[in-house]
């Protein structure tokens, strides 16, 4: 059985920093490119980041030199470490699991997707 479990989520204050982890359970992680979506109330779900198999990351424009993606495949986890955060930032984050790698902008590509922790920004 396939799994992925996010963690990390929470009420931070504006210009604070948060730590999200994500661990996949039931495929070999190296072989999988690993992004991070969120969904904020009322908006569509938008990509975040990515750290595809090879360990290369992509980023967001809205996030780029904030959010740093990392993985650990020891441990089977990927990472997104989150500065400066905005209350824009607030939302529900997901990650997701995609063999190899592809199209890493679009939730429907991925192979696994997790149910999500929620970020919370006040000002």
């Known amino acids: 059985q396939v799994q992925l479990v996010e963690s990390g989520g929470g009420l931070v204050q504006a210009g604070g920093s948060l730590r999200l982890s994500c661990a996949l359970s039931?495929?070999?992680?190296?072989?999988?490119?690993m992004g991070w979506f969120r969904q904020a109330p009322g908006k569509e779900r938008e990509f975040v980041a990515t750290?595809?198999?090879?360990?290369?990351?992509i980023y967001a424009d809205s996030v780029k030199g904030r959010f740093t993606i990392s993985r650990d495949n020891a441990k089977n986890t990927v990472f997104l470490q989150m500065s400066s955060l905005k209350p824009e930032d607030t939302a529900v984050y997901y990650c997701?699991?995609?063999?190899?790698?592809?199209?890493?902008?679009?939730?429907?590509?991925?192979?696994?997707r997790g149910q999500g922790t929620q970020v919370t920004v006040s000002s």
């Open positions: 039931g495929r070999t992680f190296r072989d999988y490119s």
């Open positions: 750290i595809t198999w090879t360990g290369g990351s």
């Open positions: 997701a699991a995609e063999y190899r790698g592809g199209d890493y902008y679009r939730w429907q590509t991925y192979d696994y």
